[in-house]
């Protein structure tokens, strides 16, 4: 399954969200980003990106105890923090695929749940190679993850050129 990864080292904060900035450029309502690694990885700032690209006004949340945050922008933005999550039933009941589909969902901790999301989804692996260094592992899972993985790949690629 060639061109279903793609590995991005950012060596700041700002690199992380700029990231995030460029894939609000191609996300679509439905799109699913899940986001595993351990705290203090990135993946808030990730987010944090995401909603600044997307035109989101207000400031986005780190705080781990809000399970679903919704944000408006060009496109709705869902943010959910699956951390606190008691059990796996408490995500189902929070019926997010249904909830989100006019949206772009984000989740932190979806290993809490793996089962309640789709099939297709841009899976991102945050991992902490230095203090102020992140490396995040891109994986496509689907057709439409896998399309958004390849504007990402082109962007990054642009990007290195310039
Ligand atoms: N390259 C980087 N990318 C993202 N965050 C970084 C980076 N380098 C250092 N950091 C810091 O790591 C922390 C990441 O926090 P956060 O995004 O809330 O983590 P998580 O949501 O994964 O628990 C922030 O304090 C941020 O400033
Ligand atoms: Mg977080």
């Known amino acids: 399954m060639t061109g279903a990864h793609l590995v991005i080292e950012t060596a700041t904060p700002a690199q992380t969200r700029r990231l995030g900035e460029k894939l ?13 690694g351990e705290l203090g990885s990135g993946k808030t700032v990730l987010v944090q990106g995401l909603a600044r690209g997307l035109g989101v006004k207000e400031g986005v ?10 944000y408006e922008g060009r496109l709705k933005l869902y943010h959910a923090d699956l951390y606190r999550l008691a059990t796996p039933e408490e995500a189902e009941e929070l019926a997010l695929d249904e909830y989100c589909r006019d949206g772009v ?14 099939d297709d989804h841009l899976l991102v692996r945050f991992e902490v190679t230095g203090a102020s260094r992140r490396r995040l592992s891109f994986s496509a899972t689907g057709e439409r993850s896998r399309q958004l993985l390849e504007a ?11």
């Open 105 to 118: 969902l984000a989740v932190e901790w979806p290993d809490r749940a793996w089962h309640v999301f789709p």
């Open 61 to 70: 949340s780190s705080k781990s105890f809000v399970l679903l945050g919704e």
């Open 152 to 162: 990402l790949r082109l962007e990054t690629k642009a990007r290195a050129r310039a």
């Open 24 to 36: 609000a450029r191609y996300v679509r309502p439905g799109d699913v980003l899940l986001l595993l």
